[in-house]
């Protein structure tokens, strides 16, 4: 089958490398334009248009699409039965929409019509959801709103981190996809019932505040692993909260707790409830446990964080 792929992060690699090994016919790779990242700001390619190069894929990085006419008539130009689209990162208009003989499939980590948006699997585990899945929808002009084709449920466990369910549901897309293509079901309406939204993340979504339920911050821990991170303030430094677990307890909201016989437990008060930071990191440090920060870091009962 003649397709394009259209994705950006590690998220939608599986994907693409699963299509490429099937023998499908990959007329191009859509990914986001290279950008600075890391320390040094160096700009880099996107992990798509990474594995595409490796492979010897043609890759285009459009900046924008539905105010780009030229990019827009340079897809129809492909002659696509259909365009596989994983987490790609921009709007299709509805003239690429209806390109392909066959239209545009998405690939989205979510049991749609639950967490439609741009990060469903971080919003599944700060709603504490017991499941989450894999859905292959037929792509309209609404926000992940179109006919589904195929679902898998995959159940979230208890101490799971968005970098664990990310990698699970990444290979469960790619294989879901294959057999759509190969044997394609018949549609089903997405009902409105039910439906949620996960906004787009940013780095200020991962600051502690201690006033919440201390449950509701475990879960913050673990869905923001390993971005956008949570951190707080420690003395007018950064403190990266990198494993916590909530327990039974009180205290003033942000307030260093006593440390326990031996003083090697690092917990802190919340709204409701106990957070006891297993792992951390100040800004410009190394990643320590919490018996090995409370050694090189005196944080005696009473010190606030925040």
Not at 74 to 95: M, N, Q, R, S
Request: hydrophobic content about 45%.
């Amino acid at each position: 089958m003649r397709l394009a792929f259209m994705g950006s992060p590690d998220f939608a690699v599986p994907a693409l490398l699963a299509l490429h090994a099937a023998g499908h016919e990959i007329a191009a790779v859509y990914t986001q334009p290279p950008r600075p990242a890391g320390r040094g700001q160096a700009v880099r390619p996107c992990a798509v248009q990474a594995a595409a190069e490796r492979l010897g894929l043609p890759v285009r990085t459009p900046a924008r699409l539905r105010r780009d006419p030229d990019a827009q008539a340079a897809f129809a130009e492909l002659g696509l039965d259909v365009a596989v689209v994983a987490a790609y990162g921009l709007i299709l208009p509805p003239a690429m929409l209806a390109a392909p003989a066959r239209g545009c499939l998405n690939i989205h980590a979510s049991l749609l019509p639950r967490w439609r948006g741009a990060a469903p699997i971080q919003a599944a585990i700060l709603a504490g959801d017991t499941e989450t899945g894999v859905t292959i929808m037929h792509m309209d002009a609404g926000l992940d709103t179109g006919p589904m084709l195929r679902a898998e449920a995959v159940p979230i466990p208890p101490r799971a981190t968005a970098a664990d369910l990310h990698d699970v549901l990444a290979d469960m897309g790619a294989r879901l996809v294959l057999r759509v293509l190969a044997d394609p079901p018949a549609a089903t309406p997405q009902p409105d019932a039910g439906a949620s939204y996960a906004p787009r993340l940013t780095r200020e979504d991962g600051r502690i505040d201690w006033t919440r339920d201390a449950a509701a911050l475990d879960r913050q821990v673990r869905a923001f692993t390993p971005w956008p991170g949570s951190f707080t303030a420690l003395a007018g430094a950064t403190l990266k909260v990198l494993a916590a677990r909530a327990e039974p307890g009180e205290g003033a909201a942000g307030t260093v707790l006593d440390p326990g016989p031996r003083g090697e437990a690092l917990r802190v008060g919340c709204g409701h409830g106990v957070l006891r930071l297993e792992r951390v990191q100040l800004a410009g440090g190394a990643v320590l446990d919490a018996p090995a920060f409370l050694r090189g870091h005196k944080l005696p009962p009473g010190a606030r964080l925040g």
